[in-house]
């Protein structure tokens, strides 16, 4: 291999610059979460006053919205004994019998610690899996939480919906909007000062 093959060219070097920085401010708690108030204020709740969770459902169609990063929080939080599904590649009816149910009949594995199931893109599950995912919704919501993902909440089933608590990620509010600029920037000025790289406001807003 030449010389030349071995550098790194400097379109690489920012490449991996920019993911270090990614995983270096990816949120861990829910202060760091970038969404409005009327979501995080009940989650909050949920997770520091209460010390669990009901079964919730986060809508959004937008890729980016900060389902999944919210959903990790919360697991984050809570200190939970956690199993995390890709709906949309496991979304067979054996993985209902075969992952979900045994995981919600056996006690935690960290002590007192609520469990949860994050299933990531319910929506992407066959008719026979959401029908097959109802028994353990109803029988273990005392003992087992369920936190979904779905970009088309159309294809949620009703009785699926009915026993969560539904947040919807789709914000089009102009006053929520305001609200999340001023989280974002104030967000991307922490970074910035953190990493001792200048800037200036309207530099930052256009990428609002």
Partial sequence: MS???????????????????????????????????????????????????????????????????????IINELGADAMAINASKDNGIDVIRSKVIPFAERHSIFDDAPKVVWLDELDGTTEAFQNAFRMPLEEYDQSCSMIMTAN??????????????????????????????????KRMKMILDAENVTYDLNTLMLYC
């Fill in 3 to 73: 010389k030349k093959n071995e550098l790194i060219t400097q379109q690489q070097l920012d490449q991996l610059k920019s993911y270090a920085w990614t995983l270096k401010y990816r949120p861990c708690t829910l202060d760091e979460v970038i969404l409005p108030e009327s979501i995080l204020a009940p989650i909050k709740k949920m997770v520091r006053v209460d010390k669990k969770i009901p079964h919730l459902l986060f809508t959004s169609v937008l890729p980016g919205s900060g389902k999944s990063t919210l959903s990790k929080c």
């Fill in 152 to 185: 088309h909440i159309s294809k949620i089933s009703e009785p699926i919906q009915d026993r969560c608590q539904v947040f919807d990620f789709n914000l089009t509010n102009k006053l929520v909007k305001k609200e999340l600029i001023v989280k974002i920037v």
